[in-house]
């Protein structure tokens, strides 16, 4: 059975660095795109990026150039590493997978990221 466990959110000022870290169970990267989703307040939840166990990857413009997506192969975990954080990234950040084939998803519990001073 796939799982899904994010860590890492937490506060931060803003401009300040956060790293999110997906631990990944019951499953393999090459079958799966990864990627990472954020629901914030009163808005719909939205995807910030996606990964390939070939590393291919796609982001939301307004994060680009902040934020990186990585894949840990042996560790079985995608990373996101934040950067220059802005208040408009608060949110909660959610951990997906959907399989290649059947194109069945799976989420993890959610780790919430606030951004303030």
């Known amino acids: 059975q796939v799982q899904l466990m994010e860590s890492g959110g937490g506060l931060v000022q803003p401009g300040g660095s956060l790293r999110l870290s997906c631990a990944a169970s019951?499953?393999?990267?090459?079958?799966?795109?990864m990627g990472w989703y954020r629901q914030a307040p009163g808005k719909q939840r939205e995807l910030v990026t996606s990964?390939?166990?070939?590393?291919?990857?796609n982001y939301l413009d307004s994060v680009k150039g902040r934020f990186t997506v990585s894949i840990d192969i042996p560790k079985n975990t995608v990373n996101l590493q934040m950067d220059r954080l802005k208040s408009e990234d608060t949110a909660i950040y959610y951990c997906?997978?959907?399989?290649?084939?059947?194109?069945?998803?799976?989420w993890g519990q959610g780790t919430q990221v606030t951004v303030s001073s």
């Open positions: 997906h997978a959907r399989d290649i084939n059947s194109r069945r998803e799976y």
């Open positions: 019951g499953m393999v990267f090459r079958t799966y795109l």
């Open positions: 990964i390939t166990e070939d590393g291919h990857t």
